[in-house]
């Protein structure tokens, strides 16, 4: 009864998918490395047998059954690679009187995919599957449970092997149970072992409507004869025929969803009766946990390109007909799907993360990506390159990540902040979610202020700035934090020398996702432990942050998004004086899709920094000073798609609300009375319009105009700033690409410092009477190629930027408490240029990349002050002017398991004032400096080493943990961080340098996740 | 698990540290003029004009007299300076009057260069200058207080002079003479005055001007401003302290040219400090007001106001006298003869010599603790000391 219900099945299925010019199979995947075991079912070897495909019954054909794939492979008479007939299509496969079934082809839509032996103890019928899975590991692992094989001929020097797993199913009351191996083993199971179903079975009316074929018409199959061979052309390509659009036109569906490689999605209705190009869209997922993927890269065959955005939406243009869709990203699989595009229409996809590379020629997503789009100066990390990367203390840490970059560097090992090519470090918009962070570290400087376990990935724009973004110079870094998962709970918690970090994240609902990071350190009571002899037993230094997104679903067009992000920063070198500065950020996204070539993003938010200052030196004199920047913002923007153009437009409105300074006393006997300056606040406006025009597969332009104005209240100013975004790329070759672009910024505010590096009492300024708004442009071009087939990116770029009006302080000028602070500072010009050269391995077992930089950055004080003018109103080096930088960052994997990682950063020393001279005044030595920057510090080193153990892929395991052993600064160089001559108190004169990590700083750090 | 986390935290902080550096700066420096000083009304000014020098250097350079000073008054006419050895010019001012304005001239003898400040407002002294003391577990901390005439900015300088005395009254000395080649420690004679360098009084000027303003007060008016804060062990408040503290009105810019300097100087290199930078006061040349003049030049009248710390009376040391006593027990070579003079030349004098059941024992200390003078004490007691010690 149970066979003939299967055969019902069968031949319903079978009705629905008659089509015998239907498509053709492509190469099965290869296996190209050394391996103990086989892919196979159980033999490599193949065997003739019956295969029905897509309602025709092909016979003799030499077939195996792929086990780790779940395909049929066949292969032609006269050889080559073998074939895989999609899958969906094939309802059995009759190999050495062995048949497999496709149970989900058969009508059990439920049935996990692949074939299955059906058996019989004579009252029961049961399926057995054998599922196969590659891994890489050293050791004995022949003949070892969960194995399934025992070979003699295992090869001990070869680590990677197939590891097989086994699943039985009972058929019982029309539902399919799993059945425990055990038990299905002391059942008398005997292969059913028969010719299958007749025809005339198979034409039996369809009695529900499980499966996607349901929407086939069974009349097409009656026509069709029995084939007793493959038909002609199907080992070649070939394009769709006019016969097959009824039912391409039934099968497309609004976003299908495409979770297996190498089967056949149809997109699209032909009623549209056009025959150009249409857009394929859709959403990229990961299959575990439902997180949208940005930055993947989409390429047909015939190497037409897209890029999923921030929230892993993709569009691409396609012709009709058949094509293979690759979607790429290198944390993830690579996905192969081939799609039927008979309209324009929708397919969603998920990804699976990496667990090993199948194919060493394999191109990189990313490297295909760099090819592909046309903006010049573009990074991307992952959070997983970023875990790689060895940093203090072993916390993986973004920033520390984004300045192995070429053209981004920092002042020193403790500063906040960094400066992209040439830029100041206020010039660089840093957007966490939809928030700007005022101040990305904690520790001033130590730590970045983003939680690893929060960050899903960033991108670092240095020269071609998409026109939505404004607001900053030099850069902007988008550091988007994951969505939640949308399957289970799910977290982690790392464990570090001084910080802890976790996470817990999971769905709420079928449409919610949320996740919770936080993120704290104990070095506050660590210190307390030390002796008050110690010299730091007074000091305290502490910090906490927390992140909360959510993500809401409304429906397949609606995405609604809050984000949450607080930190606070403690410190205090001695009971009297302590900083104390936070950030805070709150924001609203609200995604909406018109169509799948129209989407709307809005955005409405707050962002505020805040920073402490309270000195309790004196009784009488102790005081607090705060101040602070707030701003809120809404922003719009619109992304629509037009054959070959994708359009960007929108605007946006921020709205400053600044307290400069605001002096208050602090406790009973203070006598300082308590004074505020004016609080700021302003309004700054855009609007934007661009336009991607992909012109060819070769050449494509990127331009837009953004619109900007800005509008101080108290006094009242305004000022406006057209800027202009123009980018093209020429690619005459699929891995040769050449680029330039052009981009011109306006920034309103100022971070206002006299210090190397960000302090904790630096303040930023908005634009005002007395303090114009910088302006700067940027011109880039760059070349870039991949050799090797795509295993090494090789990258040329140089550019000049020039800013006016950046904003440097008089000699002796007081920041703080200011209230005629303009007058204390000068406009100054700000030249910028240089060359980035990159080489890159994206994959494999070694990846990383080397790049050196010659960069130079000078300013010039714009105005004549004769004799107080700076430095003559020559040119000089801007504090991080560093000419010469090589950075190097590389992974070198051993098993799946265990990596080590390396990080070697060089950099030519940073400019600073030196003393020429001293002098005896007040009775007591003082110094005499030369001239601003006039002097360099000592060339920068370090290098660091981490061992990185991953978890084992016990894929069933509840908890998986990793770890990272390393050493930052492994030769435990003295960098300099300043020089500096102290007269000590007037008694003399004496040379003195800080070198803030100046020892080999050995770390553990403890990852778990659940 | 205590033990490791200390270490942990330990690691931390010991990381970032401060090593002495070497910058191979230029041995040879520009000719830049200094003039140091304030014109002090009803008083003295002394000015000192020197040149810039190579880091490194450790004295003045002193070549004579190089120039004339005098102070211009608009009210006084010109008053003519004198030279007073090293690059020391003194101006009398004692009859001038915060009425005037008054302004610095400088002409350099080699080469005619003049320098001026241009017309200086006079400032005129705070009032009711007063000093405290107050003591807590580890320090005693010297405070200013002063009622500001309006003025706003204020800088002070102190002079402070100690009394202290020597670890030990020695009974016994080291004899030079050929005769007592053998034995040569002696007890002190008659004639000799134990106790002649056993009190001793030091003194000590500021180098660096304290820099204090009301601006962010209430009202004008200064207290508890910390002049000086001594550790209670140290040996400055042992027997007497004196502090001499100078108080004087200044000009904002004059207030912002020092601070400047004090943090170029001293608080330069932290993390977070302000990058040095060269700051230009208020004396130009006549002839290129390019040249760069170091030096910030204010007319002001000076207030002063004193004060003791007696420790006979308030007890505030806690530190400890005669503890760095050697003891060595005599031990003669085959010829009898004990080597002395190896705790001589090792800068050791003897305090004492105490036999007891016939064993010898000798104790020595360093010099400075029998001989305030090798403390660098002076035996030259200031005028109006209050106590008969000598």
């Known amino acids: 009864m149970k066979r003939l219900f299967i055969c019902i099945l069968l031949l319903w299925c079978g009705v629905c998918s008659a089509q015998n010019t239907l498509l053709r199979g492509k190469a099965s995947p290869q296996y190209p490395f050394l391996y103990n075991g086989t892919p196979y079912w159980s033999v490599p070897e193949f065997s003739r047998g019956e295969i029905l495909f897509d309602g025709h019954i092909y016979r003799d054909v030499l077939m195996n059954i792929d086990a780790c794939r779940q395909e049929v492979c066949v292969r032609k008479e006269e050889g080559g690679l073998p074939i895989s007939p999609l899958a969906d299509l094939v309802g059995y496969a009759i190999i050495d009187g062995q048949r497999f079934i496709n149970l989900r082809y058969a009508g059990m839509p439920d049935a996990p995919e692949g074939f299955f032996i059906e058996m019989t103890d004579g009252r029961r019928t049961v399926y057995h599957q054998v599922r196969k899975s590659i891994y890489s590991e050293p050791g004995d692992h022949n003949g070892r449970g969960g194995i399934g094989y025992d070979d003699p001929a295992y090869r001990y020097d070869v680590p990677t092997y197939f590891f097989q797993t086994e699943q039985w199913f009972e058929y019982r009351d029309g539902q399919l149970l799993k059945l425990k191996k055990r038990k299905a083993r002391r059942m008398d199971l005997v292969p059913v072992v028969s010719v299958p179903c007749l025809p005339d079975s198979y034409l039996a009316p369809k009695q529900t409507a499980p499966s996607a074929s349901e929407l086939r018409e069974s009349a097409t199959f009656r026509e069709q004869p029995l084939s007793t061979s ?35 999605y149809g997109i699209g209705s032909s009623n549209d009766g056009g025959t150009g190009p249409v857009t394929v869209s859709g959403t990229i997922r990961d299959v575990a946990t439902g997180e949208t993927l940005p930055g993947v890269s989409v390429c047909d065959a015939n190497g037409t390109y897209a890029l999923s955005d921030a929230d892993g939406r993709y569009s691409i243009r396609l012709p009709r007909g058949e094509n293979l869709l690759t979607f790429a990203e290198y944390s993830k699989e690579d996905m192969a799907v081939h799609i039927i595009v008979a309209g324009a229409g929708g ?58 970059l070429p053209g981004v560097k920092t002042v020193g090992e403790a500063s906040s902040g960094f400066n992209v090519r040439g830029g100041s470090s206020d010039q660089n918009l840093i957007l966490f979610n939809e928030g700007t962070i005022f101040n990305p570290s904690h520790m001033f400087g130590i730590f970045s202020a983003f939680n690893p376990d929060v960050v899903e990935a960033l991108d670092i724009y240095k020269s071609s700035i998409p026109v939505q973004y404004g607001g900053r110079i030099s850069s902007v870094l988008d550091i988007r934090s994951k969505e939640g998962s949308s399957d289970r709970i799910r977290g982690s918690l790392g464990l570090g020398l001084l910080t802890s970090h976790g996470t817990i994240e999971g769905p709420i609902g079928d449409r919610t996702t949320f996740v919770l990071g936080g993120r704290t350190t104990y070095s506050n009571w660590m210190l307390g432990l030390l002796p008050a002899d110690s010299g730091y037993a007074g000091g305290a230094a502490d910090f906490n942050d927390v992140n909360l997104g959510v993500t809401h679903h409304m429906d397949e067009d609606n995405t609604l998004q809050a984000f949450f992000y607080w930190s606070r920063d403690k410190f205090s070198f001695s009971g009297d004086t302590t900083f104390r500065y936070s950030n805070l950020n709150a924001a609203m ?28 030196f004196l009784p009488v004199g102790s005081y607090e000073l705060n101040t602070s920047v707030g701003q809120g913002f809404v922003r719009a923007g619109m992304t629509d798609v037009h054959g070959s153009h994708t359009l960007s437009y929108g605007a946006s409105a921020l709205l400053y609300s600044l307290n400069p300074g605001m002096m208050s006393p602090f406790g009973e006997e203070s006598m300082i009375t308590e004074r505020a300056l004016d609080r700021e606040r302003a309004l700054e406006t855009a609007v934007y319009a661009g336009d991607l025009w992909e012109i060819s597969e070769q050449f494509s332009l990127d331009g837009g105009v953004r619109l900007s104005g800005f509008s101080a209240f108290s006094p009242a100013k305004m000022y406006f700033g057209p800027e202009f975004r123009l980018s093209a790329k020429y690619s005459p070759e699929r891995f040769l690409s050449f680029k330039a672009g052009f981009n011109s910024m306006t920034q309103y505010i100022h971070l206002i410092s006299n210090s190397s590096s960000i302090s904790p009492m630096d303040t930023w300024k908005i634009c005002g009477e007395g303090i114009k708004p910088q302006r700067g442009w940027q011109a880039a071009a760059g070349a870039y190629l991949s050799i090797g087939g795509g295993k090494y990116d090789l990258s040329l770029e140089g550019y000049y930027k020039h800013v006016r009006d950046f904003l440097d302080y008089k000699s002796g000028a007081v920041l703080t408490m200011n209230d005629h602070l303009a007058d204390d500072l000068v406009g100054t010009y700000n030249r910028a240029y240089g060359v980035e050269f990159m080489v890159k391995k994206p994959y494999g077992k070694l990846s990383g990349w080397l790049a050196y930089t010659y960069s130079r950055s000078l300013l010039r004080e714009m105005e004549d002050r004769g004799v107080l003018t700076i430095n003559g109103g020559d040119w000089y080096a801007a504090p991080h002017d560093k000419p010469h930088d090589v950075k190097l960052v590389a992974n070198y994997e051993f098993t799946h398991r265990y990596s080590f990682s390396v990080n070697l950063d060089y950099s030519t020393g940073r400019p600073v004032t030196l003393p020429v001279g001293q002098y005896m005044y007040n009775g007591g030595w003082r110094l005499a400096f030369s001239e601003r920057n006039a002097y360099r510090i000592p060339d920068y080193f370090r290098l660091d080493l981490a061992l990185n153990i991953d978890p084992g892929h016990y894929l069933k395991a509840f908890t998986h943990m990793s770890a990272t052993i390393g050493c930052y600064n492994v030769t435990g160089r003295k960098n300099v961080y300043s020089v500096f001559y102290s007269t000590n108190g007037g008694a003399g004169v004496k040379g003195y340098m800080i070198s803030v990590f100046a020892t080999q700083i050995p770390y553990l750090s403890l990852n778990l996740k659940f | 698990m205590r033990r490791i986390l200390s270490f942990a935290a330990l690691l931390a902080a010991a990381v970032s540290c401060i090593y002495p550096f070497d910058a191979q700066l230029p041995s040879e420096v520009a000719e830049r003029l200094v003039i140091d000083g304030d014109i002090i009304i009803g008083d003295m000014t002394r000015i000192k004009v020197s040149y810039l020098q190579p880091i490194g250097s450790d004295r003045v350079a002193s070549g004579g007299s190089i120039a004339s000073v005098s102070v211009e008054g608009d009210i006084n006419g010109v008053m003519e300076g004198r030279y007073a ?22 002409r350099l003898f080699e080469n005619g260069k003049e320098y001026t400040t241009g017309w200086l407002k006079a400032h005129e ?18 405070l200013l207080s002063l009622d500001g005439n309006g003025e706003e900015y204020y800088r002070f300088d102190y002079d402070e002079t100690w009394e202290f005395h020597s670890d030990f009254i020695p009974t016994h000395m080291y004899d030079f003479s050929p005769e007592k080649a053998k034995y040569p420690l002696v007890e002190i004679p008659d004639d000799i005055d134990p106790m002649a360098n056993y009190y001793c009084w030091s003194s000590f000027s500021s180098r660096e001007p304290g820099l204090v303003s009301s601006t962010a007060l209430d009202e004008d008016r200064l207290s508890g401003v910390e002049v000086r804060s001594i550790s209670r062990e140290d040996r400055k408040i042992s027997v007497v302290y004196y502090v001499d503290v100078a108080v004087r009105a200044m000009s904002r810019d004059g207030y912002d040219y020092l601070h400047t300097l004090e943090v170029n100087s001293n608080n330069a290199g932290s993390l977070f400090s302000p990058v040095p930078s060269d700051v230009r006061g208020n004396i130009r040349c006549v002839a290129d007001t390019n040249e760069v003049v170091i030096g910030f030049i204010e007319a ?79 035996k030259t007691k200031p005028a109006g000391w209050p106590n008969d010690h000598y």
């Open chain 1, 230 to 264: 493959l038909p002609a052309g199907y080992f070649s390509d070939g394009s769709v025929s006019a016969e097959r659009s009824a039912l391409l036109d039934a099968i497309a569906q609004d976003n299908m969803i495409a979770m297996y490689r190498n089967k056949t």
């Open chain 1, 347 to 404: 397919l969603d996809i998920v990804m699976k993360e990496k667990v090993t590379m199948l194919n060493s020629a394999m191109i990189s997503g990313e490297s295909m990506a760099e090819h592909r789009r046309t903006a010049i100066g573009l990074e991307k990390i992952n959070i997983k390159t970023i875990g790689r990367i060895p940093s203090a203390f072993g916390e993986g840490d973004v920033l520390k990540a984004v300045l192995t």
């Open chain 1, 589 to 616: 996204k609200w995604k909406h899709r018109f169509s799948k070539d129209r989407n709307l993003t809005v955005s409405a938010g707050y962002d505020r920094f805040g920073n402490t200052l309270t000195d309790s």
């Open chain 2, 85 to 106: 050895g090293g690059s020391t010019y003194e101006v009398d001012t004692r009859n001038a009057g915060v009425s005037s304005r008054f302004r610095l001239n400088v």
């Open chain 2, 125 to 142: 002294a705070p009032s009711n200058p007063t000093l405290k003391y107050v003591v807590d577990e580890d320090d005693v901390h010297v």
């Open chain 2, 300 to 378: 002001t009248k000076v207030a002063r106001c004193h004060m003791y710390i007696e420790n006979g009376r308030v007890n505030v040391f806690r530190g400890e006298y005669g503890s760095q006593l050697l003891l060595s027990k005599p031990e003669p070579d085959e010829d009898g003869v004990i080597d002395y003079y190896q705790y001589y030349l090792y800068g050791y004098r003897p305090v004492g010599i105490y036999k007891i059941n016939d064993v010898t024992d000798v104790f020595w200390a360093p010099a400075r603790c029998v001989d305030c003078t090798a403390a660098g004490g002076s």
